[in-house]
C-alpha cells in the first residue's frame, strides 16, 4: 500500500502563480494521512503560507492562482473551491495573522463558531475548549484585541477546534512567542491530535519546536520539497542542524541563501 492509498490529503505538482508573474509555489508534492501532525519547515518567504491558502481556497485574497498540479482530500479535488465549501469538508484554517475577531470579547469569538455549526455537535466541543486552554475561561469577557500572543493563539485553536476538523491547517503557531509558551501550545496541538482523532499540517519556521511533535516533516525552499522525512532523520541531517536548528560550528556557519543550490540539492538528496 502506497502513502496515497491511505492518505487524508495528497498535493502533487502544485504550482501556485502571484500576478501572473511570480511563482511562488513550484512542483509541490506532500501527503498528510489520518490523525497524523505533518510539519512544513521553511524560512520566511519559502512558500509555506501560500501551501495552506492554496489548500484551503484563499489564494483569490492575494491575486494567487495554482496553475499546475492536484489538491486531492479524502479522494476528491478540492483545488479551486470556494473556502467555505472546503472548510464544509472538515478543512480548517489557522492563519498566521488576523487571527480573531479583536473587537468581540474572548466568548463572542467562540460563539460564532457554535453558531456556524449548529447541529453538528460544536456546541458539546465548546465545552472543551476550556478544558484545553484554561487560560480562555479567565478572559472570556475581556476584548479578544487585548489578549495576549499566546491568548491570541490559543483563542484561534479554540475557534478551529470548534468548527469539528478533520485536518488542521496550522500557521506558524510560535510566530513572536517565548520558548515556553510555544512548548505548551505544541504540546496542546498533540493533545487536540490524539483526542479528538484529527489530522494537522503545522506551517513552521521554528523547526526544533515543530520536530518535537511531528510524525513527518518536509522541507521547503523557494517553493520546493528539499527534504521529507521522519523527526529523527531531519534532526541528524546536517543541513537542518546547521540552517534550521542552529547547531552548526560558529566559526563556519554560513547563511542557508550563501550555499549555493547545486551543492544543496547533492547534500539533500545524496
Known sequence: MTAQDNALLTIENLEVVYHNVSTAV?????????????A?????????STTLRAISGFLGLDNARITNGSIAFRGEEI???LPHRITERGIVLVPEREKVFE???????????????????????????????PPLKKVRKSL????????????ALSTALLCKPHLLLVDELSLGLAPVI?????????????NEHVAVLLVEQNAAAALEIADYAYVIENGRIVLGGEPELLKNDQNIKEFYLGQGQRETRKKYSDVKQYRRSRRWFG
Open 26 to 38: 513550484q512542483g509541490l508534492s506532500l501527503t498528510v494521512k489520518s490523525e497524523q501532525i505533518v
Open 103 to 133: 473587537n468581540l470579547t474572548v466568548e463572542e469569538n467562540l460563539q460564532i463558531s457554535v453558531s456556524a455549526n449548529v447541529g453538528s455537535g460544536a456546541k458539546s466541543t465548546y465545552n472543551l475548549v476550556f478544558d484545553y486552554f
Open 79 to 81: 483545488q479551486g473551491k
Open 182 to 194: 510555544v512548548s505548551e501550545l505544541m504540546g496542546l496541538v498533540r493533545r487536540i491530535r490524539d
Open 40 to 48: 512544513l519547515l521553511g524560512t520566511n518567504g519559502a512558500g509555506k
Open 144 to 155: 479578544a484585541g487585548y489578549l495576549s500572543g499566546g491568548e491570541r493563539q490559543m483563542l
